[in-house]
Nanobody, 119 residues
Framework: VQLVESGGNLVQPGGSLRLSCAASGFTFSLYDMSWYRQAPGKERELVAT????????NNADSMKGRFTISRDNALNTVSLQMNSLKPEDTAVYSCNAFRRSLGVKYDYWGQGTQVTVSS
């Protein structure tokens, strides 16, 4: 199982970035996919989730209207479009795949990609 994130970079406040996560080694379409982030000295927090069942999405309140999660089941990728970035968005962003089946939890993580918002 592999989740490989890409797209992190240094960006100015107000700028945009698009993160991608390439998945392999499992049946991508059956998993709920999420982006999490962790800033230095802070707890990891959920950014956004897109479900396997119907592609419905859910964003953390502080990111609603700025961040959009999407998935492509044909390409086994999940993306995070981030607009109007703020310095407080600086963090390592990680991709997560989650599924619960017959009482068994399947939970996979990528290594993360650094996003730095600074002038």
């Amino acid at each position: 199982v592999q989740l490989v994130e890409s797209g992190g970079n240094l960006v100015q406040p107000g700028g945009s970035l698009r993160l991608s996560c390439a998945a392999s080694g499992f049946t991508f379409s059956l998993y709920d996919m999420s982006w999490y982030r962790q800033a230095p000295g802070k707890e990891r927090e959920l950014v956004a989730t897109i479900t396997s069942a119907d592609g419905s999405t859910n964003n953390a309140d502080s990111m609603k209207g700025r961040f959009t999660i999407s998935r492509d089941n044909a390409l086994n990728t999940v993306s995070l479009q981030m607009n109007s970035l703020k310095p407080e968005d600086t963090a390592v962003y990680s991709c997560n795949a989650f599924r619960r089946s017959l009482g068994v939890k399947y939970d996979y993580w990528g290594q993360g990609t650094q996003v730095t918002v600074s002038s």
